[in-house]
């Protein structure tokens, strides 16, 4: 028996190396599970008591340097914000004096050494705290992190300045590199932190959609309002014009409209009657029901997406395993460039001892491994808050970059690049009395529960007909069709070519026969009807490069016709289900291949493809079928989640790219003595800030721009 996963929400998690540290730690004690997300302050494992319990899991994060955050604790005092705050107001003077003096301006008091020293202490002191406890840590736990080289720089300063101050020689004080350093960064982080909470903005938005309370029907008929996370599966609720839709269920009774629009994308009210499924949150505009609850608490599709969009960076993609890998000797590396641009500066090319320190001090406070681990999951956190906001749920980072690179697509063809709805598409009479004909069809049909059935009624009642008829007997035979007889015996059929005579051929255009007395009165032939947006969503594929795909269990000339006015690349039909996973492996032979269908009947093409997305399925099963969710069965919605995810990829390389591209240049500047450690580390806060940005960016982009660029 599987044990339950615990979620913990921890506070002080700045970065991916924060995350990193905690993760390892609980590994390391055994715990299986275990997925931290900074972004959203989530902790999470799979409970094991005999191994460690969640108390000391508590402990053990307390102890790395976070704060485990309990639903009865009160706010603290000495927040991140007063820490800033109050390092900013002494560092100020400190900036100022120091500004002033290369200006030509002399003030006696800022010039004091020690009116610097007790400017700079107690922002040491807090810097010290903040960042030299999260260093220590970071040794402990063999994950050096950036604060490792921010609190070496930062003391070194400090030390230094102190030994000048003991030799009263105002050329080795550093007093405002210290504060100034500390200050900046701790600024940096603020600002971090300000904007790695706007990519977190889609899980906001959903988790803000949840409804707080619901109208519950007692079995008296009695109306009670209780809380939402008090509904069980079973429950039966009133929902009047205007409330929001507590719970996932189905209509009970009636004919309503749902703005569902928050969740799925589509822009027009749903119609909905009696059986139809219902979304949790959606708003009903038009009409009062009753409904009976299906799926509650993680079941329900508002809870799963808010799941998906929380645990998006959870799989991360191959580009950002690289950028992993170097941020995890980054700060060793760093550490040995800043002892070796003092041990050159000093030792070989003559630099004074202070020169030279401030250039190994520079090295320190400008590399910026954050940057690195910012990159990737702000990105995939904002693309995936994008799609999920369309209605498109994404399993993940992976799944995005996989996406990014797709060179074909698969389609099936019923379902999905058709609606399932058949068209009346030709009668062929085999006898004069079209009206009879009409006339039968529509009576015998209505008797059957056959989708093919259905249409044809509908077809019929556009028809002429007037042919009074007074049929008995009336009969649906499974397989077969319906039957049924006249008050003068006469025997009707209509159904499959199965009903044909012995020696009779059926047409391979049409797919029902109807008959009197084993005589053919009419062959008829449907269509299924294309889905609106098909054909654009096909030639937008090809338009960027990918190649399409139909694999149906339909008939080849039907299959081929679908084919044909879509403009398919390939196609074929009459596939059994063992035929089209060897197709789908033969073809990501080729390249990486998606596979688009209904995520239930296609359950198995969808697992073999590099990417099932699961079309219309706001269920259970195909949410567990697919990597990709479209939440309502519109085409133009795989489009927009491979133009997205493509933008979403192009955006973590371009953040790569600066995170690297600033370090290789700002490091070897600042160990060749260009570069003043306060600057440094201003530069170094900006640059986390860029990477944040700059992911950001995507979630405001238009589609049509991503789609040109």
């Known amino acids: 028996m599987k044990k339950n996963i615990i979620t913990l929400e921890v506070s002080g998690m700045d970065c991916n190396n924060c995350a990193m540290s905690i993760t390892r730690y609980l590994e390391r004690k055994g715990l ?38 309990e639903e009865e604790q009160l706010p603290s005092f000495w927040t991140f914000e007063r820490k800033l705050l109050i390092s900013a107001v002494f ?94 960064v701790l600024l940096g982080n603020w600002m971090e932190r300000k904007a790695v909470a706007k990519t977190t903005t889609a899980i906001e938005d959903l988790s803000s959609l949840k409804v707080e309370m619901a109208s519950k029907v007692m079995p008296s008929g009695t109306i009670v309002r209780i809380k939402s996370e008090d509904l069980a599966v079973g429950d039966v609720l009133q929902v009047n014009e205007g409330d929001k839709v507590p719970a996932d269920g189905r209509l009970l009774g009636g004919v309503v409209e749902v703005d569902e629009s928050m969740l799925t994308g589509e822009s027009f009210p749903v119609h909905k009657q009696k059986g139809d499924a219902l979304i949790g949150a ?9 409904m009976e609850v299906t799926a509650i608490g993680n079941q329900a599709v508002l809870q799963q997406m808010i799941e998906l969009v929380k645990t998006a960076q959870q799989d991360k993609p191959d580009i950002q395993r690289l950028a992993d890998r170097i941020s995890g000797i980054f700060v060793p590396v760093v550490l040995g460039i800043s002892m070796l641009t003092f041990m050159l500066g000093h030792f070989v090319f003559g630099l004074a001892t202070q020169a030279a320190l401030m250039n190994a001090i520079a090295v320190l406070v400008i590399s910026c491994p954050c940057a690195m681990g910012l990159a990737t999951p702000t990105a995939v956190m904002v693309g995936v808050g994008r799609m999920a906001k369309q209605g498109i749920l994404v399993k993940g980072g992976q799944t995005l970059e996989l996406l990014s690179n797709l060179k074909q697509i698969v389609f099936d063809k019923t379902g999905t690049l058709t609606t399932g709805n058949f068209r009346l598409k030709d009668i062929k009479y085999h006898q004069q009395n079209q009206n009879k004909v009409h006339s039968l069809i529509h009576e015998l049909e209505q008797r059957s529960s056959h989708p093919l059935a259905q249409s044809l009624v509908q077809a019929m009642e556009d028809l002429p007909n007037g042919h009074s008829l007074s049929l008995r007997e009336i009969e649906e035979r499974k397989g077969l069709g319906v039957e049924a007889r006249d008050e003068v015996g006469n025997h009707y059929q209509i159904g499959s070519a199965r009903l044909l005579p012995e020696g009779s051929q059926a047409s391979s255009e049409h797919q029902v026969y109807l008959l009197e ?33 139909i694999l149906s269990g339909d008939r080849q000339e039907k299959t081929a016709n679908v084919a044909a006015s879509l403009q398919v690349d390939h196609f074929q039909g009459e596939q059994l289900p063992e035929e089209k996973l060897a ?101 170094m806060a900006v640059s986390d800030v860029i990477v944040i940005g700059n992911s950001i960016l995507l979630r405001s982009k238009n589609l049509k721009e991503l789609d040109k660029s």
């Not at 997925?35 to 902790?43: A, H, Y």
Request: aromatic letters at 10%.
């Open 91 to 184: 560092t100020t003077p400190l900036i100022l004096g120091h500004f002033l003096m290369m200006a030509g301006v002399h003030i006696a008091l800022l010039e004091s050494a020690w009116v610097q020293f007790f400017l700079c202490l107690p922002v040491y002191v807090i810097g010290f705290l903040h960042f030299g406890g999260s260093a220590f840590r970071s040794l402990q736990e063999r994950v050096l992190n950036m604060d490792v080289l921010i609190f070496t720089g930062s003391t070194a300063a400090f030390i230094y300045s102190i030994i000048g101050l003991y030799l009263q020689e105002p050329k080795y004080i550093f007093f405002e590199t210290a504060a100034t350093i500390i200050t900046l």
């Open 282 to 290: 959606s708003v009903l505009v038009a009409g009062n029901m009753q």
């Open 32 to 69: 299986e599970d275990v997925f931290v997300n900074f972004q959203t302050k989530e902790v999470r494992f799979r409970q094991d008591e005999a191994l460690l319990t969640v108390e000391k899991v508590k402990a053990g994060i307390h102890k790395l340097g976070f704060q485990v955050i």
């Open 517 to 549: 007395n084993k005589e053919l009165l009419a062959s008829i032939a449907l269509e299924d009807e294309l889905r609106p947006a098909a054909a654009a969503t096909i030639s937008r594929l090809k338009g960027i490069g990918v190649e399409t795909v």
């Open 583 to 683: 197709t789908i492996e033969q073809l990501r032979s080729k390249g990486l291949t998606a596979m688009v269908g209904d995520g239930i009947n296609d359950a198995p093409a969808l697992a073999k493809a590099d990417v099932g997305i699961s079309l219309g399925g706001a269920s259970q099963a195909a949410i567990q079928s697919a990597e990709i969710v479209l939440l309502k069965p519109k085409l133009d919605k795989v489009f927009e989640a491979l133009v997205i995810s493509k933008h979403t990829v192009k955006t973590i390389r371009q953040n790569l790219f600066w995170a690297f591209a600033y370090n290789v240049v700002a490091i070897p500047i600042a160990a060749a003595g260009y570069l003043n450690p306060m600057w440094g580390a201003l530069f």
